[in-house]
């Protein structure tokens, strides 16, 4: 199983950013997805989670800014980035719980993608 994340980059404060996970190989059901960041110096802390059923929730400084959604067909799930400050500037990662098609049970990480807001 592995997550691909994409859709970082470098933007103004203000401006928006999407970005991607995409969960592949052999996977019987993909549980919860979600993003986390960490900035330079900080921990790593959890932006916005999903459950499978579409539950979500965010961390308080991007609730009204950042929608994290799935398309459960393509094992996907988006982070949209909109109001940007430069506080978010972070490396972002994915992580999901995913039953393999062996139906083993996994905790799974993306590759980090880079966010930089600039003011």
């Known amino acids: 199983v592995q997550l691909q994340a994409s859709g970082g980059g470098l933007v103004q404060a203000g401006g928006s950013l999407r970005l991607s996970c995409a969960a592949s190989?052999?996977?019987?059901?993909?549980?919860?997805m979600a993003w986390y960041r960490q900035a330079p110096g900080k921990q790593r802390e959890v932006v916005a989670s999903?459950?499978?059923?579409?539950?979500?929730n965010y961390e308080d400084s991007v609730k009204g800014r950042f929608t994290i959604s799935r398309d459960n067909a393509k094992r996907t799930a988006y982070l949209q980035m909109d109001s940007l400050k430069p506080d978010d500037t972070a490396v972002y990662s994915c992580?999901?719980?995913?039953?393999?098609?062996?139906?083993?049970?996994?905790?799974?990480w993306g590759q980090g993608t880079l966010v930089t807001v600039s003011s």
């Open positions: 992580n999901a719980d995913v039953i393999s098609g062996g139906r083993n049970y996994g905790n799974y």
């Open positions: 190989g052999s996977i019987f059901a993909v549980n919860g």
């Open positions: 999903s459950s499978s059923s579409g539950i979500t």
